[in-house]
């Protein structure tokens, strides 16, 4: 489930970035291609004005063959209005038709007219000016979209990295807010904190874990409070016993004090038995109030209930532990 979950979303990242990708490639290549072709209409466009300028600059030359360097000017015109029309729009209309005029009257039977060849040159020079102010124009406008493309597909990316960002943060939240959760339900555990539970709401492997530390965890208080109800039960039993004992012992105590009389050190041994009887009283009776099971070490290799903690009455630190367990050692045996 959760393997399903990660590859879904790093799948439509991936998806996501390819086709942003594939797409801005194409736009591209799009506005290359558009690119080029204004560049090689604006090379012919040129290429043509130039021609025309290089004939007339021949017809004030070459005044013999007058006549035919008119016919491929009138030519050029054409090939200029038939290509370029469009392209020429309407600045440069005006120049056009006036270069045609003045070549149909080149062309005339009236002859070659000075004037009307100085107006020509000015017309061929209006018309290069109108060629030159639409190449700028259409290069301004595809630099323009090009600008506003690279501007869009840069917002994009921006937004597909924020996207990508917030999967990824949302999606590390999905693994580490419950590895978290695990980690410190481990802890607890190791404690013997039984009563922790771990909170997972997800439907997936992490969600299994929770469960089965969960039940592990209520299993080991089940267990931990069947021994505390077991020890309880035994202190009751002792703690019965023992009274009865000691009733009996207080009883004989009782009799020894008036017969011991003034004799002080009797009275001492005494008073000591009578104190001890009642430090087991005592500790038999702390077994009733047990919380939990805590052992500590006896002797190296026996276990022994630390009722200090067992009871809560005890520290957790480990100088209480060690005093503990300097007080609870076996006392040695003096010959």
Known sequence: ??????????????????????????????HLADLDKVSA????????????????????????DRASIVSEMRE?????????????????EQPYARVGELLAELDGPEGVDSQTVAELGAGIVDLRKAARAFIAAEQRQISHELRKLIIGLTVAAL???NLTVIVLLRTASMILRPVAALVEGSRQLAA????????????????????????????????????????????????????NMISVIE????????????????????????????????TVASLKDVRRIVVTDYIPGLKMLD??????AGGE??????????????PSVQS
């Open 251 to 282: 009883l004989q105590l009782r009799f020894l004090d008036r017969k011991a009389g003034a004799d002080q050190s009797q009275a001492g041994h005494l008073r000591q038995i009578r104190e001890n009887l009642s430090r087991i009283a005592e």
């Open 76 to 92: 050029v015109h054409a090939k200029l209005g038939e290509q370029h029309a469009m392209h020429l729009g309407q600045p440069g």
């Open 159 to 161: 937004i597909m990295v």
């Open 192 to 243: 013997e904190r039984f009563d922790h539970r771990v909170e997972v709401d997800q439907d997936d492997e992490f969600g299994e874990l929770a469960h089965a530390y969960n039940a592990l965890a209520e299993q080991l208080q089940a267990n931990e409070q069947r021994k505390v109800e077991t020890l309880r039960q035994l202190a009751v039993s002792l703690n019965h016993e023992l009274n």
């Open 317 to 330: 630190s480990g100088e209480q532990q060690e005093h503990v367990q300097a007080e609870s050692a076996p």
């Open 1 to 30: 489930m959760l393997r399903r979950k990660l590859l879904a979303r790093l799948g439509v990242l991936v998806l996501c970035f390819v086709c942003g990708a594939v797409i801005s490639i194409a736009l591209l290549q799009a």
């Open 41 to 64: 209409d604006a090379t012919a466009l040129t290429n043509d004005v130039q021609e025309l300028g290089d004939l007339f600059a021949a017809l004030n030359v070459d005044s013999a």
């Open 307 to 312: 009722l200090p903690r067992c009871t809560g």
